[in-house]
T-cell receptor, first 115, second 110 residues
């Protein structure tokens, strides 16, 4: 079935370590996104990419990095520069339309805990 | 993007209609209203969207006021599985820089 796969589902990290969260989609979508969600709050945009080899910062990009070398993949690295990385991370994708932007399809999320 | 205002929480009886309000008084002419929902610890799910006409699909109906300053999402026959956080957002065509507010936590009670 088509969809978005995030891995790992749960991840524990020691302070000072970089970690990479995987996001793969087989929907043939051009646009991909990374969001962060803290308990009881909404989703904040970290990075987004409309096309391969191009990406833009969202509202809270500091301490994070991404790459978009393939259409189906958009990995997120949480670096040691991110001061409070414990959160629920969501990846999404959408088609790119000339009219109203396509709906977002989300993965099941990755929960990162810094020990 | 125009900002939206939603009540933080609401309860609904199973089998009854749930009416979820959203205020977007600063919406501009080229912004669409979208609704998503997020069941606990899962990724959000798209429900419906509209520009100025009322819309209906198999999940819900969307009623947008004539001045487009507010909208209501209607779940016609709420079930326990509809318990979730519901997000109302507005976005322009080809706007990819999109964030979600705190939404409305809807609890459907038996």
């Amino acid at each position: 079935d088509g969809g978005i796969t995030q891995s790992p589902k749960y991840l524990f990290r020691k302070e000072g370590q970089n970690v990479t969260l995987s996001c793969e989609q087989n929907l043939n979508h051009d646009a991909m996104y990374w969001y962060r969600q803290d308990p009881g709050q909404g989703l904040r945009l970290i990075y987004y990419s409309q096309i391969v080899n191009d990406f833009q910062k969202g509202d809270i990009a500091e301490g994070y990095s991404v790459s978009r070398e393939k259409k189906e993949s958009f990995p997120l690295t949480v670096t040691s520069a991110q001061k409070n990385p414990t959160a629920f991370y969501l990846c999404a994708s959408s088609i790119v339309l000339a009219g109203p932007t396509g709906e977002l399809f989300f993965g099941e999320g990755s929960r990162l805990t810094v020990l | 993007d125009a900002k939206t205002t939603q009540p933080p929480s609401m309860d609904c009886a199973e089998g009854r209609a749930a009416n979820l309000p959203c205020n977007h008084s600063t919406i501009s002419g080229n912004e669409y209203v979208y609704w998503y929902r997020q069941i606990h610890s899962q990724g959000p799910q798209y429900i419906i969207h509209g520009l100025k006409n009322n819309e209906t699909n198999e999940m819900a109906s969307l009623i947008i006021t004539e001045d487009r300053k507010s909208s209501t999402l209607i779940l016609p026959h709420a079930t326990l599985r509809d318990t979730a956080v519901y997000y109302c957002i507005v976005r322009r065509t080809n706007d990819y820089k999109l964030s979600f507010g705190a939404g409305t936590t809807v609890t459907v009670r038996a």
